[in-house]
């Protein structure tokens, strides 16, 4: 298995960005709907009788056309069963258009050429709000020849949906709104609340806690006005340092300049022991990795420049002295857990 290791730069000042990259308006968001259908027209890459609730379908398909049909004399392998998924945008009207992935749940070898019979769009309360029909559409190719082979068991119907209802969200009248942040921290919501209230010269908005900002609309402006001004203020933004494993893949993303408390570690064959020195040591058979970074190939040492003692130092420490990127990740995880490590590990 290739494993990769990124190091990416996060800069630990603070770093102008616009309000609307680093929160959402609350209430105002998409919405999932789902609907079961069936595709047919296909050439004999359906379902077979094993799908039983294929058979089914038919027959109720049939018999709202007035044709009554047995489920088990039914033997067609020209239509199978989906499942249809699609996403309503926030203040979708009726008519709107959009796309739906259809996706088959029986046994049907290829969807290629089919058409989506019209499905019901249903959200989570149970209500329509949605229909969906249409040829479909598997993308690139499903037979031998040039270009990449596609995906035959599901497809997309582009513009095949139609909005029948409307989710009523009324942000005109409203006297007050509250942003939310996408990613949580008492400092950044005090910056957002500190740069609307510098932007309008009065107090306007107000932390409620580490994630939301209640906003009360000025009166010269109405509430669209206002939050399309909002979302557009620059903020002082400060990210959260994070190390992101990917341990089926061993993919690691972090941050240069994340640092770590000096340690003694064991893992397996490998024993280092890391030291923070002003002025580093280059002791015999040592290999200076630069101006910052020694190892101690004898003492099986490490030493860092005070101040450089940091997660990617002890990656690109641990590689030289052969680890493979299952031991880093488990030599990461540990030290985590031993608090050596203050930034977020998230583990995907």
């Given at each position: 298995m290739k494993y990769i290791l990124l190091f990416i730069l996060f800069f630990s000042t603070l770093n102008a960005t616009k309000i609307s990259d680093v929160s959402n308006i609350v209430g105002v968001r998409e919405n999932q709907i789902i609907g079961y259908s069936l595709v047919v027209g296909l050439k004999k890459t359906g379902d077979g009788t094993t799908s039983k609730f294929t058979l089914q379908s038919i027959s109720n398909m049939l018999k709202a056309m007035n044709i009554d049909m047995n489920p088990i004399d039914?033997?067609?392998?020209?239509?199978?069963?989906?499942?249809?998924?699609?996403?309503?945008?926030?203040?979708?009207?009726?008519?709107?258009?959009?796309?739906?992935?259809?996706?088959?749940?029986?046994?049907?070898k290829s969807l290629e050429g089919g058409t989506l019979l019209m499905t019901p769009l249903k959200g989570v309360d149970g209500k329509i709000y949605a229909l969906a029909q249409g040829a479909l559409s598997i993308g690139g190719l499903n037979s031998?020849?040039?270009?990449?082979?596609?995906?035959?068991?599901?497809?997309?119907?582009?513009?095949?949906?139609?909005?029948?209802?409307?989710?009523?969200?009324?942000?005109?009248?409203?006297?007050?709104?509250t942003l939310?942040?996408?990613?949580?921290?008492?400092?950044?919501?005090?910056?957002?609340?500190?740069a609307i209230n510098h932007f309008y010269h009065t107090q306007v908005a107000v932390a409620m806690d580490s994630r939301s900002i209640k906003l009360k609309?000025?009166?010269?402006?109405s509430m669209i006005e206002f939050l399309a001004e909002v979302q557009e203020i620059d903020m002082n933004?400060?990210?959260?340092?994070k190390i992101i494993i990917n341990e089926r893949t061993g993919t690691i993303v972090a941050g240069v300049n994340i640092e770590l408390k000096p340690v003694v570690l064991t893992?397996?064959?490998?024993?280092?022991?890391?030291?923070?020195?002003?002025?580093?040591?280059?002791?015999?058979?040592?290999?200076?990795?630069d101006n910052n970074l020694v190892i101690g190939l004898n003492e099986n040492e490490v030493y860092t420049k005070e101040g450089t003692t940091t997660v990617a130092n002890l990656v690109?420490?641990?590689?030289?002295?052969?680890?493979?990127?299952?031991?880093?990740?488990?030599?990461l995880e540990a030290m985590k857990s031993a608090g050596s490590i203050s930034a977020e590990l998230k583990v995907i």
């Open positions: 039914i033997k067609s392998k020209n239509v199978a069963a989906v499942v249809v998924t699609a996403t309503m945008k926030p203040f979708a009207r009726q008519g709107d258009k959009f796309d739906v992935t259809v996706s088959s749940i029986g046994d049907a031998r020849g040039a270009g990449s082979e596609s995906h035959p068991t599901t497809g997309v119907v582009f513009n095949g949906g139609f909005i029948e209802r409307e989710i009523n969200i009324d942000l005109f009248h409203q006297q007050y709104a939310s942040l996408k990613e949580s921290g008492f400092k950044n919501a005090v910056g957002i609340q500190k609309r000025p009166q010269n402006r933004y400060q990210p959260k340092d893992h397996g064959d490998i024993t280092i022991k890391i030291v923070e020195q002003k002025k580093l040591s280059k002791p015999e058979g040592s290999m200076s990795v690109r420490s641990l590689q030289k002295l052969g680890a493979s990127p299952k031991d880093i990740i488990s030599i």
